[in-house]
C-alpha cells in the first residue's frame, strides 16, 4: 500500500517536524514527508528537514504581492510532490478560505490548548489565569475560522498550581510531539471520517478519566 505523502509547513524551530520525521522513520508508517515549506528562510526546521534528506523549500509570504499569491505557490508546491496531507506545525501565518477549502479535509493544524477553549495565541498563559484544572493540545482538520474544525486527537495535561507559562507549555509541547503523529497515522490508516463537522475514529476510544486535583480515599 503507498503511503500517504505529507507536506509540512512551519514557521520556526520545527520540533513537531522533528516528531514526524522520527514516526515517519518508523518500518510499518503509513505515511512519508514529501516536502517541508516554510514562510521564513532562517525557521530551524528547514535544517531538520535538510539533515533527514527531505525535499524542503522557502516560500516568503512578503515575496508576494497578496495572500492569494503567496498561497497559490504554497499549494502548486504541494500539488508538485504529491502531497495528499498538509500539516501545519506551527506555521504562523493565518490561511484564508480559499486555501482551506481547496485542502478540505486534507489539512490539519496542531493547537496548544485543548479547543474549543483559548484559540488563538498566549494559551497557556491564558489557561493558568482561567483556573483551569486542565491545559493540553489539539490536532485538528483546518476551517476558515481560526482554531477551530473537526477535531482528531486531544491530550489533556494537569495545571500545576505552581505553574508559569513557560512549565506549562513544555509540558503541552511533550505532547504535542505525540499527538501529531498519531493524527497522522490514524489518518493515513483510514480510519478518519468527518461526520458533518465531528471526527469519527474507527476502533477507537478514551483510555480513563482524568482528575485533578487526585482523588483522596
Do not use: Y
Not at 489557561?127 to 491545559?135: D, P
Amino acid at each position: 500500500m503507498a503511503r500517504l505523502k505529507l507536506g509540512v509547513l512551519i514557521s520556526g524551530s520545527g520540533t513537531n517536524l522533528q516528531a514526524l520525521i522520527d514516526d515517519c522513520a518508523r518500518t510499518d508508517a503509513a505515511s512519508e514527508i514529501a516536502l517541508v515549506l516554510s514562510n521564513r528562510a532562517d525557521a530551524f526546521g528547514l535544517t531538520r528537514a535538510a539533515q533527514a534528506g527531505l525535499p524542503h523549500r522557502v516560500i516568503d509570504h512578503r515575496a508576494h504581492d497578496s495572500r492569494a499569491g503567496f498561497e497559490q505557490t504554497l499549494s502548486a508546491a504541494l500539488e508538485a510532490h504529491g502531497v495528499g496531507l498538509v500539516c501545519l506545525a506551527g506555521f504562523m501565518r493565518v490561511l484564508t478560505a480559499a486555501f482551506v477549502e481547496r485542502w478540505r479535509d486534507r489539512l490539519i493544524n496542531i493547537h496548544p490548548s485543548l479547543l474549543p477553549a483559548f484559540k488563538g495565541l498566549d494559551t497557556h498563559a491564558r489557561a493558568i489565569e482561567a483556573g483551569v484544572r486542565f491545559a493540553g493540545c489539539t490536532v485538528h482538520f483546518v476551517r476558515s475560522e481560526v482554531d477551530s474544525g473537526p477535531i482528531i486527537v486531544q491530550a489533556a495535561v494537569p495545571v500545576l498550581p505552581d505553574d508559569t507559562a513557560e512549565r506549562l507549555a513544555a509540558r503541552v509541547l511533550r505532547e504535542e510531539h505525540r499527538c501529531l503523529p498519531l493524527a497522522v497515522r490514524l489518518i493515513a490508516q483510514g480510519r478518519v471520517s468527518v461526520v458533518g463537522e465531528r471526527c469519527v475514529i474507527d476502533a477507537a476510544g478514551p483510555s480513563g478519566a482524568l482528575i485533578n486535583p487526585a482523588l483522596t480515599a
